[in-house]
């Protein structure tokens, strides 16, 4: 079975509904966790098609914690860590070397995670080399994740779990376990010229949108 434990929908910074997700990640024969930062909102809508996730953004950066309910997780990561322990969630940083998308760096070496995101498909090469590094040096299990914020990401990486049927308990057992192979693919020229136009496209509305508010503010 092909899992992506890291997806964002538009609950978040994504472009796509959850159910666009489920159905695109289908034909590619994958399941995915939703993931979107610090809400559990659209979990519902694709309720038992995904693993329950949230990518928290963190004091010091962004850990993904996927469960088997949709999470309400405190964003201090030593509450995290307590949190997700007695939850029996399963706790990840994501991409964790990557400064410039709010990796928490040398932090991965001062918490208890069970595994680490060792592939991100829109990471830099070094910082992906620097997390593998660092899941060998902790005994950990490394994820391969697409991060897709476009639908077109999914399929850019993702993880090899022995299951026969979509369980979230198993898989988030055999994750634990490390009973897992993270597979590297990397983004299409699609995937990466959708990724740039859903930049511009967000910009473009937060700029739009801030200057709404501006004027409502100031009575114009």
């Not at 930062?37 to 914690?65: A, K, M, N, Y």
């Not at 399929?155 to 590297?184: H, M």
């Not at 910009?203 to 949108?209: C, I, N």
Request: proline share 5%; aromatic share 8%.
């Amino acid at each position: 079975m092909r899992v992506d434990f890291h997806v964002h929908s538009f609950f978040s910074d994504g472009k796509y509904d959850p159910e666009t997700l489920v159905k695109y990640a289908r034909k590619l024969d994958i399941h995915i966790a939703l993931t979107d930062h610090d809400t559990s909102r659209g979990i519902s809508r694709v309720e038992g098609e995904v693993i329950p996730g949230q990518e928290v953004t963190t004091q010091f950066g962004h850990v993904v914690i996927l469960c088997n309910f949709p999470p309400n997780p405190p964003k201090d990561l030593s509450l995290l860590v307590d949190y997700s322990r007695e939850n029996s969630c399963v706790l990840f940083p994501s991409h964790p070397f990557d400064i410039f998308r709010k990796g928490i760096g040398e932090q991965v070496y001062r918490f208890k995670f069970n595994a680490i995101e060792i592939y991100n498909s829109k990471a830099p090469r070094r910082a992906n080399m620097k997390a593998e590094i660092a899941s060998r040096s902790l005994s950990l299990p490394g994820l391969a994740n697409s991060d897709a914020h476009v639908k077109e990401s999914m399929g850019s990486a993702y993880n090899e779990v022995d299951c026969e049927e979509f369980n979230v308990d198993e898989i988030l057992e055999k994750l634990r376990r490390g009973e897992i192979s993270p597979v590297p693919v990397g983004l299409t020229v699609t995937a990466k010229l959708k990724i740039a136009q859903w930049y511009i496209e967000r910009k473009l509305r937060l700029e739009k949108d801030t200057r709404g508010t501006l004027r409502e503010v100031q009575g114009n």
